[in-house]
């Protein structure tokens, strides 16, 4: 940028920082670390805290800030030309109990036994794509912008599909899910997670499941498709490493195979369109479509009126992050109980959840995005005085997952509600959850 | 600070242990590529990594010899409180440092856009930069 700079940051993004930093071509950056976290503290105890010491390097925090800035440069500081990172040798050999040892020991696996990609694996693996080996299938990394991209080819997806025990008629899935450039294992604090809904001829083709527990490990095809996407996050993304790449305070199981099921096509209420078709696909293609969220509710619920109404009045009152998505799956016996109450396709119902939905109103008020809307509150304009006397326990009269979200905003609102029709008919349950829609990617390209 | 080439490669998330390779697997016979070999005889399995990209070494600007008298931009990533973390910053120099001068800016494009109007304004009219910070 061509001017100093004293970058601050607190102590629990250490790694995360110093690893940025290094990544983009700057590997001593003058980096100053303070407690953590600030964000909850008064003024008087951040003060306190530029007062206190770095607890890295043990100095006066204000002192290393200035210093940052007028110590003059180290010969290493000046350095420049270029680092090729080496990612390790194009075999490895050993005994098999070893190589699994030694895979896992180097973050490369999730933890659970793989099968080892040898040569003649490998080879097996490719004959499921008309695709050269050597093709660049795309770029990934642990958040598009914040991390170097890294690049990978066609062999190198089909290597990690091989130790997610993924069968070689799978790889042209797992090759979709690759090229969207979308990693499993996102780099946030909020221990993302992530879905994969399958649609089209190829979930017959592969025998994917979409009906009695589809979620759940009973199927090769869901439990192996799902599995690679995280392997090969890791190992082609630079995903996945515990404070450097990933910060998920808590993490997430839902990683181990990242809810990866097709929908129901077959049993859609009758007008209503599987998900590729409603982002643009044909019917009978392929199709792979991700997802991305935090949680996913079971609700076992039998209620004494219509599921229109009980769905309404879930989404009114459910929170995770408050960010107006949400995604339903619905079993093809609640998707046709909506169907039979006036809903004639998935639009039509996801238009009237997002009209009529409510929005708590201490759940509005206490969201650091809403803070000028509380202003103007206070400050008398309408209608967002009106809002703040209904008092916290009141439900505001718009929705949260109308986008955008502002009420009064001048653009045509749109909903932010994915639905997904899977299920075993078992009973008259579904699912609903934070997640939102962030691309789909054709699998026929990759055959 | 000098930095050696096996932590730089754990800086920039490649751990040192994947690029001894075939030595630190005592590699000291021809592997067999069977799966179903016993699980004493040796396989040759391949590398699952991608390529990361080649990183440019980017030197650090030259630093100022004081900050007295100069104008230093206090800047925001946008992440909650670094507002008033910053002006907390503003007030020790206020305290401390009565003859720099500092001005607040909020960087746009959130925490990892680029701002190349803010730096050019910092360049144009200012001295350096702090900017805070995670949480």
Known sequence: MGFPTAPIVTIAFKDLAKSNAASRGMPLERITFTPHPLTNKTDAEMYAALEGNDPVTGKNVMKEIVDALTVPLTAEEKKTGTISPDTGPPTYSDTPKNLQRFYADNNMTDYMPIVLPTEEEVEAMLKGTSHKPDEIVGKL???KGAFPEWTFNVRQVAIN????????????????????????????????ARMVVVNGPIRDKIKMNYGIGAMGPFNDANATIGRAWTLLSKNLGGCGMPGQTYMGTHGTSLNYNNICYAETEDKLPEGWTPLHVQHGFKKDESV???????????????????????????LTHFFSTGN?????????????????????????????????????????????FNRNSLDQAKAGVEPYATYLKMGPEANLPFSRYARPTRPGAPDAPRSGIEIVVMGGETNTYWLGGDFSYLTSASVDKWA | MKLNRRKLLSLIGVSPAVLAGESAMGADSKPKRNAAAPMAAKLEVLNPKGQPPTIPLIPMAPRIPSLDGKLIYLVSDGFAGADRFLAQIALWFQKNMPAVQTTYRLKEGGLAGDDPKLWAEIKAKGSAMIMAYGH
């Open chain 1, 161 to 192: 599909a091989v130790m997610a025990g993924a069968q070689p008629e799978y790889l042209p899935v797992i090759l979709a899910i690759a090229s969207t450039g979308q990693p499993s294992l996102f780099s946030s604090t909020s221990s993302f």
């Open chain 1, 141 to 143: 990394s642990p958040a």
């Open chain 1, 288 to 314: 792979v479509t991700i997802l991305s969220g935090w949680s996913l509710s079971n609700i076992c619920y039998f209620p004494s009126g219509a599921y229109p109404e009980l769905i309404k009045n879930w």
């Open chain 1, 324 to 368: 107006g998505s949400a995604t339903l799956v619905l079993d093809p016996t609640v998707a046709n109980d909506v169907k039979a109450h006036g809903h004639a396709t998935k639009e039509d119902f996801a238009n009237y959840l997002m009209k009529e939905t409510k929005t708590p109103a201490w759940m509005y008020w206490d969201s650091p």
